[in-house]
């Protein structure tokens, strides 16, 4: 830190930790002043304000001295002694680290601020061993700026945390109110209960009187819960009638205790509450309540036991469960009013137990003051009020040391600038030119440059994104950076090398020769595709590389990246892995390219794209088990045909969106119409969308949204994406684990071994159309066709043959054992109402046969 202070600034630094602890010191006498006696605690706590002084005290010593040579170790020991400390305070300060006698004995206050001073004292020795001389050298006006800083933020701090403290007592005091009143209400309502007792039973004679007696004590021990027992005393103070409760509690509790006998034996014609002391420290303490009843012949009593736990409704005051309320019967007896059957404490005892507390004097309707204490037994919303407080303290911090170094700032921002400069030209990931960057330079490069055959290698990856969607964008990142230094590598005769895009590169060359160009662009083609080592993973790559050369200065360079690009995409479409040379009739085909890229982004936004549906029916019983969806674009009433359209999706990646389109439409109309769900549904999928890390997830999610079976759909994909190992496979695995069926489409037409269809996880196998040309003449196609289904049968693979025509080829492959048939002779692809009305015919007719 001390590295990037000036000597003013470590000075002004020193002097603003001075004046924040003679803040603390002078803030500390005011809080020891002024605060009264019955708040909870202070903020500033006598120890604080003591280590505040001796903080000032000490700092002010240092300032005028000079650290002998001789104890210069001495403030590396202090200082990481002081970074411990203050860890671990703040440790307990934020409750990571659990102390629970810090917590109990230290108010948070006093914990949050002994962190802060405890960092700014060891930050002042840290200056003061660095800077052997510190003299005071800011001008005025910036000492006040900066002791105005620190002023509003402590007095802020402090002022916060009063009210905080204010609050909480205000709390303590309420609940002691509300605990008074709550037992008044309960001692109220239990007299006029019991009055009612009283005169119904003295207008009755002593059969009568009696009988009521024995039905009422049943009734209002049921009826009131707080009522524990009652028991009726004859003139002898004899129980002549008791609950089992009440006989219980006379034998343990009243009988032998001459204080309760002689309060039984007081005459009175009130009502009159007194609590049992015997039972106070039991589960159950009892508040006993006599009633006097002048009956004939003799006078009684009625005494209703009454549970302590019960005058006090523990919900009602559950928003001040952080506190907790005592009422004091004498000095040795203080009894927990939370309507719970916590222990009796001694006074001393609590005081020990609960250091922060009030007290409050509360006369009852029984006309006895008791003495009520509240004492704070959770300090967690306190805790946490301190907490957001430190952090007033710590952006006050923040702010001062922000405005110390403001001046030195500005210094080495202006060294930075041009760091930042040259971030502003080089791509950070590659080290080439950045667009913009490049742009200026081959402008300069122009100068002077008549006749120059310039010429731009417009390099693209192909199909990188499968890379950043299957192995992360940190791995795509690497990828880059070694494509990049084989590009370099490889490009000898460059001028200029940019990074264009994120995964397109510019090979710039100011004057070169057509050999020149097609050397570089084989070398770099030839580097790319060597196998990437990743992180023990192989990665293989292959770029597409368009060439544009311009001998006239009229093609700037704009327009020549632009005549590459156009390139670019030429040898994309073929292909891929190979170079291309812009020709003129190339920016036709790129513009028709455009286009249809662009309308079929258009229609894919707007939702134009249409489900087909074309049936799949079985060999054997001739009806429908299956279909297969796919995608129609009308356009201006006019359909464009897949093979136009889906070329140009998979090379612009446009397939991603179109293919997750079509299977939430596909999934809609399986979910909404119960016909499709009869069948299953086969839905074709890219290997960009399996690529995705998500997919197999979304597709699951998608499938219970809609409360569909898994296996209603099947996924299809072509044998060229299946034969590929590695994620692929394990998707497909997935798909399978979770009971969808997985088609191979298109089989026979790759480069697979018998091997893969072995290992592969497809349970349907779909014979492509060209093996049903000329099937119907004996020759080797029949034979290689017979062969592929008997392989596919003994492996339990259902297999599906493709494009079938005619009503002899029907016949022909049941006959070989193909399982579903797919062809014009049976349907043509059709949109779905003409699919629904398709199969309730063939059901309708089903059933008229059976």
């Not at 603003?16 to 803040?23: D, N």
């Not at 001062?400 to 040259?422: N, Q, W």
């Not at 992180?535 to 311009?550: D, F, M, N, W, Y």
């Not at 026979?748 to 099937?775: C, E, M």
């Amino acid at each position: 830190m001390t590295k990037n202070f000036t000597q003013s600034a470590a000075t002004l630094a020193y002097l603003g930790i001075l004046f924040f602890f003679a803040l603390v010191a002078l803030l500390g006498l005011l809080d020891l002043v002024i605060t009264p006696a019955a708040m909870l605690m202070n903020v500033i706590s006598d120890y604080m304000l003591l280590a505040a002084v001796l903080a000032f005290a000490i700092l002010i010593i240092l300032f005028r001295l000079r650290t002998p040579k001789q104890l210069k170790f001495l403030g590396q020991i202090l200082v990481s002694l002081g970074i411990s400390t203050f860890i671990v305070l703040q440790l307990v300060v934020w409750g990571i680290l659990q102390s629970p006698e810090a917590a109990r004995f230290a108010n948070p206050f006093t914990l949050s601020l002994a962190s802060v001073m405890l960092l700014m004292f060891f930050v002042a020795l840290t200056l003061r061993h660095n800077f052997p001389r510190l003299a005071v050298d800011a001008k005025k006006p910036t000492l006040i700026v900066f002791g105005g800083i620190i002023l509003l933020g402590v007095v802020v701090w402090y002022a916060m945390s009063v009210r905080i403290v204010q609050l909480e007592t205000q709390n303590a005091r309420t609940k002691i109110q509300l605990i008074g009143h709550m037992i008044d209400s309960r001692f109220d309502e239990q007299i006029k209960a019991l009055e009612r007792i009283k005169r119904r039973v003295e207008k009755l004679d002593e059969d009568d009187s009696e009988r009521l007696l024995t039905t009422d004590l049943e009734t209002y021990i049921s009826d009131y819960a707080i009522i524990e027992g009652m028991l009726v005393l004859n003139d002898q103070q004899q129980p002549w009638l008791s609950s089992s409760f009440a006989d219980t509690f006379w034998q343990n509790f009243m009988r032998d205790h001459e204080g309760i006998q002689n309060w039984l034996a007081q005459p009175s014609n009130q009502t009159r509450i007194a609590a049992n002391g015997r039972s106070l420290n039991t589960p159950t303490p009892i508040v006993m309540m006599s009633v006097p009843l002048q009956t004939k012949p003799k006078p009684q009593q009625l005494i209703a036991l009454l549970n302590m736990n019960g005058l006090v409704a523990a919900d009602y005051l559950e928003y001040l469960s952080a506190i907790k309320t005592y009422m004091a019967f004498n000095s040795k007896v203080l009894v927990a009013m939370q309507g719970s059957n916590d222990a009796t404490q001694t006074l001393t005892q609590l005081q020990r137990r609960y250091p922060h507390y009030v007290t409050e004097k509360v006369t009852l309707m029984t006309g006895i003051e008791h003495d009520f204490y509240s004492v704070l037994i959770d300090y967690s919303p306190l805790q946490e009020a301190t907490r957001l407080h430190q952090m007033l303290l710590w952006l006050t911090g923040a702010f001062a040391f922000i405005y110390i170094l403001a001046v030195d700032t500005t210094r080495r921002l202006r060294a930075e600038s041009k760091k930042l400069a040259s971030m502003a030209r080089y791509d950070e990931l590659t080290d080439f030119l950045r667009r913009d960057a490049f742009n200026q330079d081959t402008q300069s490069m122009m100068v002077d440059c008549e006749g120059c055959r310039r010429a731009v290698l417009f390099i693209n990856l192909d199909k990188f994104n499968s890379i950043n969607d299957g192995l992360g964008h940190r791995m795509g990142d690497h990828v880059l950076k070694l494509t990049a230094q084989r590009i370099r590598s490889a490009a000898q005769g460059a001028d200029i090398l940019a990074r264009f895009s994120n995964d397109e590169f510019i090979v710039y060359y100011r004057d070169t020769t057509a050999h020149q160009l097609k050397k570089d662009a084989a070398a770099v083609i030839k580097a790319i595709a060597e196998v990437f080592a990743v992180e023990e993973l192989s990665v293989h790559l292959t770029a597409s590389i368009g060439i544009a050369v311009a001998t006239q200065a009229q093609i700037d360079t704009e327009q020549l990246v632009q005549f590459a690009d156009i390139a670019m995409d030429h040898a994309k479409a073929a292909g891929g892995n190979q170079y291309a040379i812009y020709q003129t009739d190339m920016h036709d085909n790129h513009e028709q390219l455009v286009e249809i890229r662009t309308q079929l982004q258009v229609a894919m936004n707007q939702d134009q794209l249409e489900a087909y549906y074309q049936p799949i029916f079985s060999a054997e019983t001739g009806h429908i088990v299956s279909v297969e969806s796919l995608v129609r674009w009308r356009k201006d009433g006019n359909f464009i045909s897949p093979a136009l359209f889906i070329p140009i999706a998979e090379q612009t990646g446009q397939v991603i969106q179109l293919g997750e389109q079509m299977l939430r439409k596909v999934v809609r109309d399986l979910s909404e119409h119960a016909e499709l769900q009869q069948l299953s549904v086969a839905v074709n999928v890219s290997p960009h969308q399996l690529a995705r890390a998500d997919f197999v997830n979304d597709l699951v999610s998608q499938l219970k949204n809609h409360k569909l079976k898994p296996e209603q759909l099947t996924i299809e994909l072509t044998e060229a994406v299946m034969s590929s190992a590695g994620q692929t496979e394990e998707r497909l695995r997935e798909l399978r684990e979770h009971g969808m069926h997985v088609a191979i489409d298109d089989f026979g037409t790759g480069f697979s071994s018998l091997a893969y269809l072995t290992q592969q996880p497809a349970d349907i196998i779909k014979i492509d159309r060209a093996f049903t040309l000329g099937v119907e003449t004996e020759g080797k196609q029949r034979n290689l066709l017979s062969k592929m289904i008997e392989m596919c049968k003994q492996l339990d693979k259902v297999v599906v043959v493709e494009g079938v025509e005619t009503a002899e080829q029907v016949e022909l492959f049941t006959a070989l054992g193909v399982d579903r048939l797919q062809g014009f002779y049976f349907a043509k692809p059709m949109p779905l109402p003409q699919l629904l009305d398709l199969l309730r015919s063939t059901t309708s007719n089903r059933d008229a046969d059976q």
